[in-house]
């Protein structure tokens, strides 16, 4: 039974292992996007001046708005709760974009959109740089691309796997082992069938949850598989849990210098319950420690979850418009799976669901998704050319 899946194994990673390469080398560096966004661009994530009293959020709302164009409004505030870090003030577009300020000071950080190199990055990851955008007339070519790539790669992966294992269990120890004293073909094929089994798990992990962005019949029968009801929405369109999940996406970069504008002018570039907001943070701070921020909108509170797991995990709280009072709690032990399931199954791609620990694993699991179809390029290749050398040599 092993010809028969070392064939498909090698026949399917021929064709598409420069794609699946690309695919997981640029998921590799998402997986610490917000790290190396924060490292590159210091100044702009941290605040130096602690000591003194923050300012009223209508303050900074206010500074901000005299900044924008017309065009732009704010859409709400999120407030992390370590004092080191500025407050995002988030915008109405470009699509999730925000503007840093120092909660102190009321000085102005910069943006905080995704960086154009990290952008060109998630392009290349989900679409293949493909510019068409979701929701257009025709064919997305560079999602059905990345897609198909990946639904293959998991059949690679499980060939891959049975073709490795040995025939009897005894020898089942010295497999995962790797030589490196038997030279560079030998190193490099342990490092494809050894290394790749060391992966296996993370990698079937991030593939299977990543084929949910590509295609939409994969998706519903993946929430029917976890026992979520399928309900029908516009294409492009997100419930209430995938509105958390698009942090995890692609932001564009903007820049606008606007004037200063009247007062009158400010408060209309804002919900009309700015005012409020800093009652509804207080109300919603003291309800729970356990949050590593809070975000505000018109109407509603979320206190997003410092816990292992669903790194989009938040209580929700609606607010009255007229006084600031909590009137519904929304806790998100009580949620049902199908508010749940979009920020596992992100959790999960990007490995964030333990921690930093998960998230290493995912990242050197990724670098040797994007090592395999290198190294077995080098392997079929070496192979092919020692066979014609020695049919040239027989004949001769």
């Not at 709302?61 to 005299?66: P, Q, R, Y």
């Not at 999602?143 to 998991?154: A, Y």
């Not at 029908?232 to 996406?249: C, F, L, M, S, W």
């Not at 200063?260 to 919603?284: E, N, S």
Request: hydrophobic residues 40%; glycine residues 8%.
């Amino acid at each position: 039974m092993r010809k028969p899946f070392k064939k498909i194994h090698i026949w399917l990673s021929l064709p598409f292992g420069l794609i699946i390469t690309i695919t997981c080398l640029s998921g590799a560096l998402l997986v610490f996007e917000k790290e190396l966004t924060e490292l590159f661009y210091r100044e702009r994530y941290t605040v130096r001046e602690v000591d003194t009293t923050r300012l009223p959020l209508s303050v900074l709302i206010d500074k901000v708005a005299s900044t924008l164009p017309d065009t732009v409004s704010i859409t709400g505030v999120s407030i992390p709760i370590d004092v080191h870090r500025p407050y995002t003030i988030q915008l109405s577009k470009p699509r999730r974009a925000g503007v840093l300020i120092d909660p102190h000071t009321a000085e102005i950080k910069g943006r905080s959109d995704r960086s154009p190199f990290f952008s060109v990055v998630f392009r290349l990851h989900r679409w293949l740089l493909d510019s068409m955008k979701p929701g257009q007339d025709g064919i997305f070519w560079g999602r059905v691309v990345v897609g198909t790539s990946t639904l293959l790669f998991v059949i690679i992966l499980l060939t891959g796997l049975l073709t490795w294992w040995p025939r009897k269990l005894k020898g089942l120890g010295k497999r995962f082992k790797v030589s490196f004293r038997h030279g560079l073909h030998r190193l490099f094929f342990d490092l494809h069938t050894v290394g790749g089994v060391y992966a296996l798990i993370f990698l079937l992990a991030m593939a299977l949850t990543g084929l949910t962005w590509s295609f939409e019949w994969y998706r519903n029968g993946f929430y029917k598989v976890f026992g979520v009801e399928v309900k029908d929405a516009p294409h492009g369109k997100q419930g209430k849990a995938g509105k958390h999940e698009a942090k995890g996406r692609e932001r564009h970069s903007h820049g606008s210098t606007g004037k200063d504008l009247p007062a009158h002018t400010m408060i209309a570039k804002a919900p009309t319950t700015y005012l409020l907001w800093d009652q509804v943070y207080l109300a919603v701070a003291s309800r729970s420690t356990k949050y590593r921020e809070i975000s505000i909108s018109e109407d509603k509170a979320q206190g997003t979850l410092n816990a292992l797991g669903n790194v989009f995990a938040s209580d929700t709280y609606i607010f009255d418009k007229e006084t600031g009072e909590i009137k519904e709690v929304e806790l998100y032990q009580d949620l049902k799976k199908d508010k749940t399931i979009r920020g596992w199954i992100y959790s999960v791609h990007i490995g964030a669901w333990g921690g930093l620990t998960t998230r290493i694993l995912a990242f050197l699991a990724a670098l040797f998704g994007a090592s395999l179809p290198l190294t077995g390029y080098y392997l079929f290749f070496k192979r092919k050319f020692k066979k014609r050398t020695k049919k040239e040599l027989a004949t001769t």
